[in-house]
């Protein structure tokens, strides 16, 4: 049957003053036999009421909403089981463009046509119906790992934690003190790890598996297979949604030879010194006697490009902890902190002062060139003052090397993946995440990385990371049981399909799919996993037979909407196809609108998924229609490069 497009125009927001809405109404009736109606105010209760009433009064069964960018009044103009198109006619029209200009006009009635001719090309969307299993599974029993499975639990959902070592706990079963985490912010607190443990082995929704390895996951999200070795038996149980918090380790301090670790007993790290605290002493390896000068060596192989060339984050916190320490088993004892600076941000800022107040402890800003034996058994610690602009040289009894942290556990899911068994990793080896929109999404959906294995984090913060990852495995499990996307489409009920009678076995879709949600059987037919799909369209794209499409978003719905565009005869009046990233190049365009920022009145934007969803017909397509030009609006490319579906 065919569709019938009702179209509402809105007059509000300036939009009546900047064009003809008697023209547009022509638009929409004589090319389209569309039932028009206008409305000064269309996100008011009587512009909705008149938006229903359409449906059961005209028999519409497509709306197109001529107003507002689709970025605002989202629910407003969301009617279930009906297709709505919005046409952006207040920022990207009537806010950015000439009013009453002829090109301003032009460009209101193309951006109408458009509308029209898209939703005339969408379907209506069904969820993907699938059995999606309850349980999620974290994987490290650390502080990170413990929060997460506590905080899935208590929403309901059932746990398996599955840690490798004994016991649970982490570095903190090893450490006597972390930094404060509360008001006033000036004292070293007593780990809470203990309490944690026995609260999630105490916990009826939590299965913990210890002496624990994965051997295999693979499935996709709301089904994932999981194969465990647990105490040399294997165990297979399913998942609906995983977080990784696997944590860390301290930088090799053996790679550091001019700080003398490993060639000089007295030299050891800051986790060294934290298994001694921990079993109630401080002394010297050498000989066991206690310290009377003790140095702590800051960004000990951090910050440098032969070693780690980040910053560990919490380094300077354990040390000002660490010289309390000393300060308080050994009262006689001098401190000093050689350092570039110091990092405490926040309300560390106070924990900093706290240690700084103390008159036997002495910081000096310069640069370790080395440490050598010195007479008596003592160390000698040679650095570059960068205040005083000479080279000073220090003896010490003790010499605590603060070493950063380096994400471990990366490969412990074992996954079968096309791309790679591991998951993917971003900079310097950490889980890969967008960190400024979707901190805790990795390349693999249905999988949350939390805590150190994400980037370096202090004790508070690895428990709030755990307590975003663990609302987002929750979350996962609920789109999933409606059929619907992740992210960063959240909600999205379509995904896409293939009309294999044409496919060529070329393998483009596979092999471009950033999240592997695209395998091929044994003839290299492709095979999706379709709840690993963000629906990016990106494997739209790429397909050069252009057999990949969704139901409201396609190959022939783009050509369509760019043939729409009437070219003028005029050789002087230019039309400029944009094809813009909807996460990224349309609210910045939608913002320009706002801002009342004006630009040339000869661009035709379409919002696409992502650019990565362009096919070369669209190009193609552009050109013979008379387009002028076309122009890719995307993310910005560089060293902080976060396009929300990876390329």
């Not at 967008?434 to 990385?449: A, D, L, M």
């Not at 483009?508 to 003839?523: H, L, Q, S, V, Y």
């Amino acid at each position: 049957m065919a569709s019938k497009v009702g179209v509402h125009i809105c007059t509000g927001c300036g939009i009546g003053e900047a064009v003809d809405i008697a023209r547009l109404q022509e638009v929409a009736e004589k090319e389209f036999g569309a039932h028009v109606t206008q409305h000064s105010c269309l996100c008011g209760p009587a512009g909705l009421s008149d938006l229903k009433g359409d449906l059961t009064r005209e028999g519409s069964d497509r709306l197109v909403i001529v107003a507002c960018s689709p970025r605002v009044n989202v629910e407003f103009f969301s009617l279930d089981s009906i297709v709505v198109e919005r046409v952006n006619l207040r920022e990207q029209v009537a806010w950015s463009h000439t009013p009453a200009d002829e090109d301003t006009q032009a460009l209101a009635e193309d951006q109408l046509r458009m509308g029209i001719v898209k939703v005339q090309k969408t379907n209506p969307l069904e969820p993907l119906q699938a059995v999606v299993e309850q349980t999620a599974m974290v994987v490290g029993g650390g502080v990170t790992g413990l929060t997460a499975a506590l905080g899935i639990a208590r929403a309901g959902r059932n746990v398996i934690l599955v840690e490798r070592e004994q016991e649970l706990g982490g570095w903190l079963l090893k450490f006597d003190q972390v930094s404060p985490t509360h008001a006033p912010y000036r004292e070293p607190e007593a780990p809470n790890v203990a309490d944690l443990a026995s609260q999630v082995l105490a916990d009826p929704r939590i299965n913990v598996m210890t002496s624990t390895s994965i051997e295999e996951v693979s499935g996709q999200p709301g089904d994932f297979e999981v194969v465990a070795n647990r105490a040399r038996d294997s165990v297979n149980f399913r998942a609906g949604s995983i977080v990784l918090a696997t944590g860390w380790q301290p930088y090799d301090a053996t790679k550091l030879e001019h700080l003398g670790f490993g060639r000089l007993p007295d030299v050891i790290t800051s986790v060294m010194l934290e298994e001694q605290v921990k079993h109630g002493k401080l002394i010297r390896p050498s000989d066991g006697q206690p310290p009377r000068r003790v140095l702590f060596v800051q960004c000990a192989g951090s910050r440098d490009e032969e070693h780690l060339p980040y910053c560990s984050a919490v380094c300077c916190q354990v040390s000002l902890k660490q010289v309390l320490y000393v300060r308080k088993l050994r009262p006689a004892a001098n401190v000093y902190i050689l350092h570039r600076d110091i990092r405490t941000p926040a309300q560390y800022e106070d924990f900093y002062k706290r240690v700084q107040e103390d008159d036997q402890v002495f910081f000096l800003r310069g640069e370790v060139s080395g440490v050598a034996a010195g007479r008596d058994g003592n160390l000698v610690v040679e650095a570059h003052d960068t205040q005083l602009g000479a080279v000073i040289k220090l003896e010490a009894d003790l010499v605590v090397l603060a070493v950063g942290m380096v994400p471990v556990g990366i490969d412990a899911l074992k996954l079968r993946y096309r791309q790679s068994p591991d998951m993917p990793t971003a900079h310097h080896g950490f889980a890969d995440s967008n960190f400024v929109c979707w901190p805790y999404e990795t390349q693999r959906t249905g999988i949350f990385s939390a805590g150190c294995v994400r980037e370096p984090m202090i004790v508070a913060d690895c428990i709030q990371d755990a307590e975003g990852a663990a609302m987002r495995a929750i979350q996962a499990i609920t789109l999933l049981e409606q059929g619907a996307a992740l992210h960063p489409r959240v909600g999205d009920l379509s995904y896409p399909s293939f009309f294999l009678q044409r496919c060529t076995q070329c393998k483009r879709c596979t092999e471009e799919c950033p999240f592997g949600a695209i395998n091929e059987d044994a003839k290299g037919t492709p095979e999706i996993s379709p709840n690993r799909c963000r629906r990016c369209g990106v494997c739209m794209g790429a397909c050069p037979e252009r057999l990949i499409s969704f139901k409201n978003y396609s190959i022939d719905q783009i050509t369509s909407m760019i043939k729409a565009i009437e070219v003028p005869e005029d050789e002087d009046k230019l039309r400029i196809l944009v094809l813009a990233c909807e996460n990224d190049a349309y609210p910045a365009l939608d913002l320009a609108g706002s801002l009342r920022m004006q630009y040339d009145s000869s661009f035709r934007i379409i919002p696409l998924r992502c650019l990565g969803s362009t096919n070369v017909v669209f190009i193609a397509d552009a050109m013979s229609r008379g387009i002028d030009g076309v122009l890719l609006l995307g993310c910005r490319y560089g060293d902080d490069y976060q396009c929300h579906f990876i390329k």
